[in-house]
């Protein structure tokens, strides 16, 4: 059975960093998924954070471009999301996603990890 669990999130102070985890279990072949980040503000829908191909290609949402870094080790089976200069506005839920290589949808996702920026 495959589990993504998230880790790292927390109380933070805005101008603050924070690093997130995803470990993915029961997985074969964790470097043949894309793996993603989203987040979903309370009442809001979620929306794509960041995202890294199989090849380490990234990709990020407009708004967290040159703030937020996302990394992957496949050795471990991880995934993690380097979050800087925090803002309140990126309070949320956050969770990882994995796609993969040839699937047109993600295939498994985390529960979250609640990251909340507040002074």
């Known amino acids: 059975q495959v589990q993504l669990v998230e880790s790292g999130g927390g109380l933070v102070q805005p101008g603050k960093s924070l690093k997130l985890s995803c470990i993915a279990s029961?997985?074969?072949?964790?470097?043949?998924?894309?793996m993603a980040w989203y987040r979903r503000p309370a009442g809001q829908e979620s929306n794509l954070v960041a995202w890294?191909?199989?090849?380490?290609?990234?990709n990020y949402a407009d708004s967290m471009e040159g703030r937020f870094h996302i990394s992957r080790d496949n050795a471990q089976n991880t995934v993690y999301l380097q979050m800087s200069s925090l803002k309140p506005e990126d309070t949320a839920v956050y969770f990882c996603?994995?796609?993969?290589?040839?699937?047109?949808?993600?295939?498994?996702w985390g529960q979250g990890t609640q990251v909340t920026v507040s002074s």
């Open positions: 996603g994995a796609r993969y290589y040839d699937s047109s949808s993600y295939n498994y």
């Open positions: 029961g997985i074969e072949s964790f470097g043949f998924y894309h």
């Open positions: 890294i191909s199989t090849g380490g290609e990234t």
